[in-house]
């Protein structure tokens, strides 16, 4: 198994800092966001890390250069998560980890490789689950037990099939890379993720796994400011 961690995006939400700091960047004590997302993957049994990386975010290739198993690639255009992923192409499961995505607490990658052995090597989505009342920002799963039927991208409250919700971690088989190669462009005439995984779905079983530990978005000041107080006195080596 790799691990791709999709980093290019332009941060808009995060600007002006982003204009120099890619917000994979920012701090959480004394390591970057990124750093805590790296070691997940490490623990969760990577040989490969992949960072994708865009123009202007050097940063991030100048500060992991030289640490043994990652390697970059570049998105040259913002075309979206899927595109992002597209970029890093790997033959072996993919264990994708959003770069703005932390999450405080446990080791969630690791123990979705864990679910996946348990159901035969199949695609696991890391999960959370959300108040009813803010389903409509997230893409919501519909779910026979476990197994995935479907994902419903913000969905009204009342026409919510669950209230568990995708938070940045896949553990995909490397066939998601043929449904990636032809997904047309989706909402906000973005290659998506979901989009591929929602085709992938329809041949391949793949389970979802609310995993222990709380989900932080660095990528607005709100989520960075909760990510710093979450980590307020965690020890981080
Ligand atoms: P986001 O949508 O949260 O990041 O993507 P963004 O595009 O940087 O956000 P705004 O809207 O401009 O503020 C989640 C993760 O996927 C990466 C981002 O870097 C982030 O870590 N991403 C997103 C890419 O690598 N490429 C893309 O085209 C889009």
Redesign the pocket.
């Known amino acids: 198994m790799k691990a791709i961690?999709?980093?290019?995006?332009?941060?808009?939400?995060?600007?002006p800092v982003?204009r120099v700091v890619?917000?994979?960047m920012l701090p959480i004590g004394a390591k970057p966001a990124l750093e805590l997302i790296v070691d997940e993957a490490r623990a969760a049994g990577a040989d490969e890390i992949v960072i994708?990386?865009?123009e202007g975010?050097e940063l991030i290739r100048k500060y992991f250069e030289g640490q043994p198993d990652i390697r970059f690639v570049y998105?040259k255009?913002?075309?979206?998560?899927g595109?992002?992923?597209l970029q890093a192409e790997i033959d072996d499961d993919a264990l994708i980890l959003?770069?703005?995505?932390l999450v405080v607490g446990c080791c969630a990658a690791k123990e979705m490789v864990e679910v996946s052995k348990a159901h035969g090597g199949a695609a696991v989505i890391g999960c959370e689950r959300v108040p009813k009342e803010k389903v409509s920002r997230y893409g919501i799963m519909k779910l026979d037990g476990d197994r995935i039927v479907d994902m419903v991208e913000k969905p009204a409250v009342e026409e919510a099939p669950s209230d568990i919700a995708v938070a940045?971690r896949y553990l995909l088989p490397a066939a998601i890379f043929g449904y990636l190669k032809t997904q047309t462009p989706g909402k906000g005439g973005?290659?998506q993720l979901t989009d591929a995984i929602r085709r992938m779905l329809s041949e391949r079983d793949a389970y979802a796994y609310v995993y222990p530990g709380k989900r932080q978005?660095i990528?607005?000041p709100d989520g960075y400011f909760a990510a710093l107080e979450a980590y307020r006195g965690i020890n981080q080596n």
């Open positions: 961690i999709p980093a290019a995006g332009l941060g808009t939400r995060f600007l982003t890619p917000k994979e994708v990386i865009s975010k998105q255009e913002q075309k979206g998560l595109h992002a992923v959003l770069g703005d995505a940045g973005e290659i978005d990528g607005n």
